[in-house]
């Protein structure tokens, strides 16, 4: 069976940086199951992957344009710190979701902090980046008219209702 839209798909992989620093991987865990066509994965590793079958193993580079998009410094900020009314202690690091500049919500992450300002950054921590994936296809199977419906595969190594 080929990886094709509204195929369940089991995957094991490594996700590295261009300094080959490991950013993520399902190595000792389960393989991650997605939804393929379905957008549950970046763009260009869902492209690398289309009509593969099991037992392949690929090396992907994913530009960022088709993985979490060009690093943008608009979506960077200065804030009041009394627009974070309610939360006690600030934080570098910590994430909350907030109006994006067309309306949408997103999450932003405290880059600093300098008095009563807040600089807050709403680009994904890898945006900007090339991403370096080492796949290798553990499964495949069809998806059930529910997993197309909800648009991801459930149970196992998937989303549970």
């Not at 997605?34 to 869902?46: D, V």
């Not at 289309?50 to 943008?72: N, R």
């Not at 370096?132 to 419906?149: L, P, T």
Request: aromatic share 4%; hydrophobic share 40%; net charge negative.
């Amino acid at each position: 069976m080929l990886i094709a839209a509204n195929k369940a798909v089991s995957i094991d992989y490594t996700l590295t940086n261009d300094a080959g620093e490991v950013i993520d991987s399902s190595a000792g865990g389960a393989p991650l199951v997605y939804l393929h066509g379905a957008g549950n994965i970046i763009a260009g590793l869902e492209k690398a992957l289309l009509g593969k079958q099991v037992g392949d193993a690929l090396d992907v580079a994913v530009e960022p344009e088709d993985a979490y998009g060009e690093y943008s410094a608009e979506l960077v900020a200065t804030l009041n710190r009394s627009m974070f009314e309610g939360v006690d202690e600030l934080e570098v690091g910590m994430q909350f979701h907030a109006s994006g500049p067309d309306g949408s919500m997103q999450i932003v992450t405290i880059r600093e902090l300098e008095g009563d300002d807040v600089i807050v950054d709403g680009n994904h921590p890898l945006a900007g980046q090339r991403l370096n994936f080492k796949v290798k296809i553990v499964a495949i199977r069809d998806a059930s008219e529910e997993e197309v419906a909800h648009g991801h595969v459930h149970g196992e190594g998937g989303h549970h209702h």
